[in-house]
């Protein structure tokens, strides 16, 4: 079993997790609803991008900006059209991907004793939720930080190279699994047609919307 401080520290990572998304997803909602509040924080946020990478020595800040306009464009539109179904696929799909994160660390040597399943989803959850609009494709290597540093933090120094290996062996998963997945739905969604779009029925779908 965990001792005593490790699980005081998954409590402390799964209660800073609920605050943030709390905060968080009322951060989104203002968002999405207000065009002066994405332009606020697209302001702010690329001023303190710009500081960041100055005391890094580093002259080109990301486009937190640009991110947070285009998170508000595509967020926005995809509540308008599909609502609620749309937020719950969106989290059960999280809840898919923590477990897969549970089995890659088992798969690397990382006992339950030292890192419950409810201690992953934690710090899964607040990696979400830290991550949650992204300014660089893949994260650019920030969310695999993140996890290694909250499952340390839990599991003890001695797990680090196991919890390091399961963080990218999930990263694989991530990346690979859904390919294969999406070719055989687009096979069954599309029965009876070509697997991909023709040009006629793309200029047919242009023209039609």
């Not at 998304?21 to 697209?42: E, N, P, Y």
């Not at 040597?109 to 300014?135: C, K, N, Q, R």
Request: charged content about 15%; aromatic content about 10%.
């Amino acid at each position: 079993m965990p001792d005593t401080e490790n699980a005081g520290t998954a409590w402390t990572i799964a209660i800073i997790s609920v605050i943030a998304f709390f905060l968080v997803t009322g951060l989104i909602v203002a968002i999405v609803r207000s065009q002066r509040v994405a332009d606020w924080l697209g302001a702010r946020g690329q001023s303190l991008a710009s500081w960041v990478m100055r005391r890094l020595g580093r002259k080109e800040a990301p486009n937190v900006d640009g991110a947070i306009h285009r998170f508000r464009d595509q967020l926005g539109e995809v509540i308008r059209r599909r609502g609620l179904a749309s937020i719950a696929i969106a989290i059960a799909s999280q809840f898919v991907w923590a477990t897969v994160l549970v089995v890659a660390l088992w798969m690397c040597g990382v006992p339950e004793s030292a890192l419950s399943p409810a201690a992953v989803f934690a710090v899964y959850g607040l990696v979400m939720v830290i991550t949650i609009i992204p300014l660089s494709p893949g994260g650019a290597g920030v969310p695999e930080l993140l996890f290694i540093t909250g499952l340390t933090a839990i599991a003890g120094d001695q797990y680090n190279a196991a919890i390091t290996a399961g963080v990218f062996l999930y990263r694989l998963y991530y990346w690979f699994l859904p390919i294969p997945l999406a070719w055989i739905l687009l096979k069954v969604a599309r029965r009876g047609k070509p697997m991909l779009p023709t040009t006629a029925e793309l200029r047919a779908k242009a023209h039609g919307a």
